[in-house]
């Protein structure tokens, strides 16, 4: 196994772990009132991150396409409570002043 192959599997398995402690919990935390499709996608993918730690740990080296996707989404779980801060709202327009009419 040459040293790439090793990197690859090394950042495949510590992606798949990120993706994992993520996913995981946030399931736990879910009440009946999260909707299907929420559910849904993060089942899948804690079950994509259980099922590559399984590739990589039986000799599996991951592609780097594969790779960068897994990097894209966990760093979408870390930075999630983040994305508030990113996206804030404009801010409201109060309606009890006064506005100017045209």
Known sequence: ??????????????????I???????INRMGHDTPRLVRLAFVLLAGGAVAGIFAIAAG???EWHALMLAA????????ERRMRILTRTPPT?????PHAQG
């Open 72 to 79: 894209g989404i966990a760093a979408l779980l870390v930075c």
């Open 93 to 97: 327009i109060d309606k009890g002043a």
């Open 1 to 18: 196994m040459n040293a790439l192959a090793l990197f690859a599997q090394l950042l495949g398995l510590a992606l798949c772990a990120i």
């Open 60 to 62: 599996a080296v991951p």
């Open 20 to 26: 994992l402690a993520r996913a995981e919990p946030a």
